[in-house]
C-alpha cells in the first residue's frame, strides 16, 4: 500500500480536529452533564418567576450544557414549582462556575413566593407542551401572560382565582380593590387568544367569566380582539386581527410590547 500525499494527510488530519471540535461543541443535556458528575449545579428561586442555576465545572475541559424548555424544578423549603420556558445553552470552563437566569412560571397559583434553594427534577408536564412549543418561536411573548396560560392548562383558572393571584404576585389589584388594570384586562384578553390557539376544542372558566368579557369589551387596548374572541360582529365591515397575533409578532400589531414601547416613546416625547 503506498502511503498517502502529505497535502491528503494534512487533510485527513485537519478534517479530523474540526470535527473533534463540533463535537466538544456540541451541548450535553443538563440531565446528562449532572449523572455524569461532569457537573454540579445549585438553584435558586421564588416559586413563581424567577429561577437561577449555578452550573460548577470540576473537570478538565470546558462543558457546554442545554438546559430544555419544560425542566422542572421544585423548592428545598415550601412546596412551590416552577417550569422553565424556554430553553437555554451555557458554557462551563473548566474548574469554573457559571450562572444562569432562567424564563419560568409557577405551576401552581397556590405558590408561596418565598425565596429559596430549589432542586432540579426529572419531573415533566405533557399538559404545557403546546404552549412550550409555541413559546419557542415567540422569543418576546411576555412572561405574563405564559404564567396565566400556564394556570388555565393547568388549573382551569377562574376570574376570581386570577384577580387572586394578581394580588398576591405583587400586581396592580390591591386587594382592597379587586379590579384590573386596563393593562391586566388585556393580558387576560392575550390569554383567552393564546388558549384558543393551543386548545380550540377545550372549555375556560376565564374565557366564560361575564364580568371579564364586559370589561374586555368596553376596554379599548383590546376591545377589538375581545369582540373576535367572543364571537361578536365588529361592523362597518371591519377586519378584526389574526389571533396568532395577540402575542408580539411584528412591529404595530398592539400586543403588550408594543402598546409598553408606545406609551414609552409618549413619554420621552413629554419630556
Not at 132 to 160: F, G, H, K, W
Request: glycine share 6%; with cysteine.
Amino acid at each position: 500500500m503506498k502511503p498517502l500525499p502529505h497535502i491528503v494527510l494534512v487533510a485527513i488530519l485537519l478534517a479530523g480536529a474540526l470535527a473533534g471540535v463540533r463535537a466538544a461543541e456540541t451541548p450535553l443535556p443538563l440531565a446528562a452533564a449532572l449523572e455524569g458528575k461532569r457537573l454540579t449545579v445549585e438553584a435558586n428561586g421564588n416559586g413563581r418567576d424567577q429561577l437561577s442555576l449555578t452550573l460548577r465545572n470540576s473537570s478538565p475541559a470546558a462543558v457546554t450544557v442545554a438546559i430544555p424548555a419544560g425542566l422542572i424544578a421544585e423548592g428545598r423549603e415550601k412546596p412551590d414549582r416552577v417550569i422553565v420556558l424556554r430553553k437555554a445553552e451555557a458554557s462551563i470552563p473548566s474548574q469554573g462556575a457559571v450562572d444562569v437566569a432562567l424564563p419560568v412560571a409557577a405551576l401552581s397559583s397556590k405558590s408561596t413566593g418565598t425565596p429559596q434553594p430549589f432542586v432540579v427534577t426529572a419531573a415533566s408536564e405533557p399538559r404545557l407542551a403546546p404552549l412550550l412549543d409555541y413559546l419557542a418561536n415567540q422569543p418576546d411573548a411576555p412572561r405574563a401572560t405564559a404564567q396565566i396560560t400556564v394556570l388555565c392548562l393547568l388549573e382551569n383558572m377562574s376570574y376570581a382565582q386570577w384577580l387572586q393571584y394578581l394580588a398576591g404576585s405583587a400586581g396592580s389589584v390591591p386587594a382592597s380593590d379587586p379590579h384590573p388594570t386596563p393593562a391586566e384586562v388585556t393580558q387576560a384578553v392575550d390569554v383567552l387568544g393564546l388558549l384558543r390557539r393551543l386548545a380550540p376544542q377545550q372549555t375556560f372558566a376565564l374565557a366564560t367569566d361575564s364580568e371579564l368579557k364586559l370589561r374586555a369589551l368596553r376596554n379599548p387596548w383590546c376591545r377589538v380582539k375581545a369582540m373576535q374572541i367572543y364571537g361578536l360582529n365588529l361592523g362597518d365591515g371591519a377586519v378584526p386581527p389574526d389571533l396568532g397575533q395577540l402575542l408580539h409578532t411584528k412591529p404595530g400589531d398592539n400586543c403588550p410590547i408594543c402598546r409598553q414601547r408606545a406609551l414609552m416613546e409618549k413619554a420621552a416625547g413629554d419630556l
